[in-house]
């Protein structure tokens, strides 16, 4: 029996932003804001295409999962580090929410790596939501737009960590694409009947 490829389209666009961290930390600290935005748009984009590439071609792996959580780590951090060099003001302003999506992206991770000695990589409704609300806000609030639609990013954010610890907790061994709390229990649920 072969072993699947890891080089697929899907992988592919996941990797870019691994790729893009660097570029994105250069551009940062060079001061370039409105082409560190438009590699993030990218960044963004491709974060989008790979799980929709992996379903749609029928490549969805767990490596894919994982390289994919792990690259979401990557990309905001960087993001974090970024801002702080490009928009000091606005970041020291909005501290306790840049806190707290440094925080949702930090504890979920520490937490799997404690129970399962290995990186979560659920992919929740939840998460998508956020990063989504979390990628929009970035851009009005640093393109001079209203700065609420980030502390509402920010406390979602919260919860999707909340809702992805909770996931770590119920589960008794990592699963990847874990859609969301709700389904967890009830398959717990369900096995508890049989």
Known sequence: MTKPSILTLPNLLTSFRFIAAPALLWLAWHGHGLAFMGLLALAFLTDVLDGWAARMMGQVSEFGAILDSCADVVNYLTIAVCCWWLWPEIVELEWFYVALIIA??????????????SFTCYHTWTVKAAAAAMGSSLFLMFLNGPIWPFRIAA???IAAAIEEMAIT???TEPRPNVRSLFNVLKSIR???RH
């Not at 949702?104 to 000695?117: D, Q, W």
């Open 190 to 192: 369900n096995q508890t």
């Open 104 to 117: 949702s992206c930090l504890l979920p991770t520490v937490f799997g790596l404690i129970k399962f000695g």
């Open 155 to 157: 406390i979602l954010c």
């Open 169 to 171: 907790f119920f589960l």
